[in-house]
């Protein structure tokens, strides 16, 4: 984002990167914590989702925003993969969490399709959600689940949360797989909330 904040083609933003739990193996945390559902097929601890949401709005936002210029008001989610499919589950059970979401290439599929049957709770304020993912995320281009199909049973059921709040921008990453479409959607979906619009 650095060249277009200074570039002036974008508001200036505090970017705050979450790592995966100290003295944690592998992604075992990220699996852990990014999932809303217990799987029971997986070796791995899945289900916390809801735990690590307590963290970070009582934990991590009071910090960043005791140290740092931070707005309490305009924060944005970003998320790839298992970390698209956390946004999702926070846009779904708390979204005035955050006042816009970039989820990319969510993981939708994970514990057959279980994020798509969760409540649904109504944002209070305006919420803006740009929703991604890599045109190649098929099965027919070697991917183990068709990211493409859940990807748009997310945007129709992110659709049933809309109102006059709430504003959803769904696109496909031309030419892209599930390894190389996040860098455009996390450009381009800054881009859409934080970019000053030229005239």
Same mark, same amino acid.
């Given at each position: 984002?650095?060249?277009? *904040?200074?570039?002036?083609?974008?508001?200036?933003?505090?970017? +705050?990167? *979450?790592?995966?739990?100290?003295?944690?193996?592998?992604?075992?945390?990220?699996?852990?914590?990014?999932?809303?559902?217990? !799987?029971?097929?997986?070796?791995?601890?899945?289900?916390?989702?809801? !735990?690590?949401?307590?963290?970070?709005?009582?934990?991590? *936002?009071?910090?960043?925003?005791?140290?740092?210029?931070?707005?309490?008001?305009?924060?944005? $989610? +970003?998320?790839?993969?298992?970390?698209?499919?956390?946004?999702?589950?926070?846009?779904?059970?708390? &979204?005035?969490? $955050?006042?816009?979401?970039?989820?990319?290439? &969510?993981?939708?599929?994970?514990?057959?399709?279980?994020?798509?049957?969760? &409540?649904?709770?109504?944002?209070? /304020?305006?919420?803006? +959600?740009?929703?991604?993912?890599?045109?190649?995320?098929? &099965?027919? $281009?070697?991917?183990?689940?068709? *990211?493409?199909?859940? /990807?748009?049973?997310?945007?129709?059921?992110?659709?049933?949360?809309?109102?006059?709040?709430?504003?959803?921008?769904?696109?496909?990453?031309?030419?892209?797989?599930? !390894?190389?479409?996040?860098?455009?959607?996390?450009?381009?979906?800054?881009?859409?909330?934080?970019?000053?619009?030229?005239?």
């Amino acid at each position: 984002m650095r060249f277009q *904040m200074n570039s002036g083609l974008m508001q200036h933003a505090i970017i +705050v990167a *979450m790592s995966y739990e100290k003295g944690s193996k592998g992604a075992s945390s990220r699996i852990r914590d990014y999932t809303p559902t217990s !799987a029971k097929a997986w070796k791995l601890q899945t289900g916390n989702a809801k !735990a690590h949401t307590t963290f970070l709005r009582e934990t991590v *936002m009071p910090f960043i925003e005791s140290q740092y210029r931070a707005s309490k008001t305009d924060r944005t $989610f +970003v998320g790839n993969s298992l970390g698209g499919l956390f946004g999702a589950y926070i846009l779904f059970t708390e &979204p005035d969490l $955050f006042s816009s979401y970039i989820l990319g290439s &969510p993981s939708v599929w994970f514990d057959d399709y279980a994020i798509l049957n969760i &409540p649904l709770t109504k944002a209070k /304020a305006k919420i803006k +959600v740009y929703l991604s993912v890599g045109e190649y995320e098929t &099965p027919a $281009f070697g991917e183990r689940q068709d *990211m493409v199909a859940g /990807a748009m049973q997310l945007r129709d059921r992110i659709t049933a949360l809309s109102n006059a709040e709430m504003e959803l921008n769904f696109a496909v990453v031309s030419g892209a797989s599930h !390894a190389t479409a996040f860098p455009t959607t996390a450009i381009q979906g800054l881009d859409w909330v934080y970019g000053i619009k030229r005239k």
